[in-house]
């Protein structure tokens, strides 16, 4: 403008009306440039992998002990988004595939990123949230309560969550430009059912009747457009409990939610790849899809896989290049890869086993208000769309989500526009004073409390039923675990009346021995888009829960009347985020006393204390005030302690090396797609080395006489990868690795391959690779 200005100067004498009049054209062009403008924020998406150790740990979710990892259904990630404005403020949210955000992993991060880049990213905009899948290693948490069945803390689980997190921000953060965010939103129907709806139906009738559903069915889904690259990835949140993967499940999974983040960001991959440079019209798989000379003579092919033997097991190098992912095989090498994040949100009481709970002894629907089959818990489980099938029920789910998730992504037009900002504060919900409307009129103070879980906590879920004789909806306890309870900690009267009607089995919050067993200072955060706004919480709301938070801050926020927010303002809750406390349900939920009510930590006014603590930030958020930081959580890591003995040494039989076929495809032969091809190796403890962004597991095809192209990984959800014991003490163990050949594979010759690391007694780590027979696919 001021070059413009000064030419005009020099080579003319014009009019001064003239001059305003150029001026205010200038104004005009400049102002409708930064409204209309695509790239009104800079965006930054990364992801990385934080799938950690395969073996050996517990699994975080059903706290069921005999729940251990043995190998991998696919991979863990962290997906991040940095939102920034050019010259103002910024966000990031990242999504993990695991069970909760942990208040220690938070604490790390933080840590990390303010020596990476001092005060950009701090507690007060960063959010990190968890899908709640069960199926991921557990012992990353920092409280006793969370780590009792993982044998105390899990230093490999750890690490593996805090160098992901970081390095998906640090991707994010590299990948800032220019770009726009659209939001949409739209129901999801077949993907979520109430797992308590007796707990539902005691909220007051005249509040139900607002909503056609006893569960959450909304997705809002935000749409990332880089000015260059084109859309770049997408996150959405959904309320529905990552548990379609059963108790039982040793494979580690991100479940429905991050099974639909695979699904969904293979979808855009392949398509873009359609598009973009192959020109065909059916791409049935991105690496075998370039494969130009396409066999296709069935004897030929037979031939061609009869002279490619199993080949003995032999040493490797850390990542060989055989084991490179291969998503990242058709990826332009400067394009930032497509990241799409299914996130939770009020998933309280929702279960994505939609058929229902049934007795797994009669087949009749469980009891309706305690989940029980003649009294007991034990056998009443829910069932997934693929019952009995657990895998099954898990891609279901997951492809619900995606499917919906592809529709709003296809169709979103709303952008995003208005301030970058964001408010934090942390609260001790131990014993916090809450102002509630008065029935009849006026207002009471009431209280939380210090930290106790009910009777029913033991009981489980549908979902996953608790091992003992608990039932939910027990609002009276029984004698002999009172007399456990006692022996850890006997609630004093004013404990017992402060969670009435809650009968108090674990009185956590005032266990402090040998360090606290749960939490009390809790974070609480409002994050700022635009006009979205994202609420994050501790732990998991239920429906009604959720719903009174979100109308709680809309309300505050739309008639502020300062005109910030309309009523296009878009609300949602990222669950289980920055910390875990667990439950939170309706004061009337809690009345009934079921899993969810049992779990709700500070008492019946929970809820109330969260949405007073909202109220404030979203008050100084609209009036711009800064708000009190609050007291520090404390950081327990010196504390930890860990039961978990490390891999002392691995060994094979006499004569076999580590990576030796010891079942192999039976000789020339011939597999269908849909049929599975089962390959068995020997191996090593596979937390000898994570293999993070790599893989255990590879299947490759046959390109013209003698190159091998990989084509499927341990992060498909074709292929699993299986890691076994003879027995727990043996050095000795297989890995046995199972596709089942999808029906998009290429017609071809292919083999499987197995890549691990084994420790010597006293000695170093030794990385190595097998390879199975070729077979051919027709
Ligand atoms: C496999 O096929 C090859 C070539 O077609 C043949 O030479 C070999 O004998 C066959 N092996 C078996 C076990 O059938
Ligand atoms: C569940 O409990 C409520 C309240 O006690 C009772 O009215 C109702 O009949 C019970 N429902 C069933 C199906 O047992």
Redesign the pocket.
Known sequence: MMELLASIGCHFRIPLKTMWLWISLVLVLQYSKTVLSDSNYLIGLGSYDITGPAADVNMMGYANTEQIASGIHFRLRARSFIVAEPQGKRVVFVNLDACMASQLVTIKVLERLKARYGNLYTEQNVAISGIHTHAGPGGYLQYVVYIVTSLGFVHQSFDALVDGIEKSIVQAHENLQPGSIFVNKGELLDAGVNRSP?AYLNNPASERSKYKYNVDKEMTLLKFVDDQWGPVGSFNWFATHGTSMSRTNSLISGDNKGAAARFMEDWFEQNSAKSDELGTDEIPRRVSSIISSIHNNHHELLELASSFQSSPGKPATRISSAARRVRSALRQADKPGFVSAFCQTNCGDVSPNVLGAFCIDTGVPC???HSTCGGKNELCYGRGPGYPDEFESTRIIGERQFNKAVDLFNTASEQLKGKIDYRHSYVDFSQLEVTIPKEGGGSEVVKTCPAAMGFAFAAGTTDGPGAFDFKQ?DDKGNPFWRLVRNLLKAPDKKQVECHSPKPILLDTGEMKQPYDWAPSILPVQILRIGQLVILSVPGEFTTMSGRRLRDAVKTMLTSSGSGEFGSNTHVVIAGLTNTYSQYITSFEEYQIQRYEGASTLYGPHTLSAYIQEFQKLASALIKGQTVEPGPQPPDLLKKQISFLTPVVMDSTPAGVNFGDVSSDVPANSTFKRGSTVTVVFWSACPRNDLMTEGTFALVEILQGKDTWVPTYDDDDFCLRFKWSRPSKLSPRSQATIEWTIPPSASLGVYRIRHFGAAKRLMGSIQHFTGTSSAFVVA
């Open positions: 007796s009891d309706f208000n909806g």
